[in-house]
C-alpha cells in the first residue's frame, strides 16, 4: 500500500500520521513525539521525526508528504519564515531535508491553513465553495478556502487576524502588545485573567489557580454559572471578530476551531447571536443575491479535532 504522510509540527509536540491513498481522510496509523526544536539545530528532530515515519510505514513506500508549521511561511514554502515557538526553524529549509530523506516530495504550510483544508475536503466544511476558519487559542488564527483553493496574502497565511482590534478602549495587550486585539481578548489568557477577576484568586474552587481548559470543560458541562459567564464573554467577541472578518472573505460557512471551541452550546450560542446581531441580515442578503435563496451563515463547530493537520497538510495543491 502506498502512503502519504502528514506532519503536523507544533509548539509543544508533533504529530505524525499516515494517510491511506485510496481513503481520503482515514489515518491508518500516527504517532506523537515533543517537539524539540527549542534550539539552534533542527536536523536532529528531523531526524527523529523521519524515523518514526518509517517505522509507521514498515516498508511501505511513501509517496508524498505534508508539513504543517505553527509559524509563519517563507515565501517559497519551503519553511518557516518566524517560528516563535520552534526558534530552530527559522530559515531552516525543512522542504529540502525531509524530501532528501524521504525521497518524495514534500509541501509546506501553515498549521490552521492544514486545519481549514481537512475541514474543507473531509470535515464540517464539506459542501461549501467559501469557508472561514477560526482558531482561538492561545493565540488566533484564521483561514480562508475559496474553491478549494487557501487564500494567501503574505507569509503563507491570508492575514494575521490576531491583531484585529476589537476594543480600542480596552487595557488588554496580546503577545505582540496591541491592546484590545483578537487575540488579547479571544485568547486563552483572557479566559484566565475573566475567571481569576469573577471567582476572586481565593476562591476555593480553584485555590487561586484557574488553567483556561479547567473554565472550558465547566462551561461545557453547564453546572459551573461563573465558566458558563466568561465563555459566554469570549463568544461574543469571536462573534465580532467573524463579523468584522466576514464582508472581507465572505465566507458561506465558518468552523471554530481548537480548544476554546470545546466549550459547547454556551460559546457557540454567544459567537452565533454576536454574529447575527452585527452582520446576519447583510450576509443572509448576499447569499439571496448569489444563489437566489436567503441563507444566514452557518457558524459550527471544527469537525475533526486535533488531528486535522496530519490530514490537511497532504491535501491542497
Keep these: 500500500m502506498n502512503y502519504a504522510v502528514g506532519i503536523d509540527i507544533g509548539a509543544s509536540n508533533t504529530k505524525i500520521g499516515l494517510v491511506t491513498r485510496d481513503r481520503p481522510g482515514h489515518i491508518a496509523a500516527q504517532r506523537t513525539l515533543p517537539t524539540q526544536l527549542d534550539g539552534s539545530q533542527a536536523e536532529p528532530f528531523v531526524d527523529d521525526i523521519v524515523g518514526v515515519v518509517r517505522q509507521l510505514a514498515e516498508g511501505a513506500p511513501i509517496v508524498r508528504a505534508g508539513v504543517s508549521l505553527c509559524s509563519l511561511i517563507n515565501a517559497d514554502h519551503t519553511g518557516a519564515f518566524l517560528s516563535v515557538n520552534a526558534p530552530a526553524l527559522n530559515h531552516f529549509n525543512i522542504k529540502a531535508a525531509c524530501e532528501a530523506r524521504l525521497g518524495c516530495p514534500v509541501q509546506v504550510m501553515n498549521d490552521v491553513n492544514a486545519y481549514a483544508l481537512a475541514e474543507y475536503?473531509?470535515?464540517a466544511g464539506q459542501g461549501v465553495e467559501r469557508l472561514l476558519v477560526i482558531a482561538p487559542g492561545t493565540g488566533l488564527a484564521i483561514a480562508c478556502i475559496n474553491a478549494g483553493r487557501l487564500l494567501e496574502t503574505w507569509a503563507g497565511v491570508c492575514a494575521d487576524a490576531a491583531r484585529i482590534i476589537l476594543d480600542p478602549a480596552s487595557d488588554v495587550a496580546c503577545n505582540a502588545g496591541v491592546r484590545g486585539t483578537a487575540e488579547a481578548l479571544?485568547?486563552?489568557a483572557h479566559i484566565v485573567?475573566?475567571?481569576q477577576q469573577?471567582?476572586?484568586r481565593d476562591n476555593p474552587r480553584w485555590r487561586g489557580d484557574v488553567a483556561a481548559r479547567d473554565v472550558i470543560t465547566a462551561s461545557r458541562n453547564g453546572a459551573d454559572p461563573i465558566a458558563v459567564a466568561v465563555m459566554a464573554e469570549i463568544g461574543e467577541y469571536i462573534g465580532h471578530l467573524a463579523a468584522i472578518l466576514s464582508p472581507i472573505f465572505f465566507p458561506q460557512r465558518i468552523v471554530i476551531t481548537g480548544g476554546t471551541s470545546e466549550a459547547g452550546d454556551v460559546?457557540?450560542?454567544?459567537?452565533r447571536n454576536r454574529?447575527?446581531?452585527l452582520i446576519g441580515d447583510y450576509?443572509?442578503?448576499l447569499a439571496l443575491l448569489e444563489t437566489g435563496i436567503r441563507r444566514p451563515v452557518e457558524i459550527v463547530k471544527g469537525a475533526l479535532g486535533p488531528e486535522a493537520a496530519i490530514l490537511g497538510s497532504v491535501l491542497g495543491e
Design 267 to 271: 460559546l457557540f450560542t454567544a459567537i
Design 186 to 188: 479571544c485568547g486563552t
Design 283 to 285: 450576509m443572509a442578503n
Design 198 to 200: 469573577r471567582y476572586g
Design 275 to 277: 454574529y447575527a446581531t
Design 121 to 123: 475536503y473531509h470535515g
Design 193 to 195: 485573567r475573566l475567571a
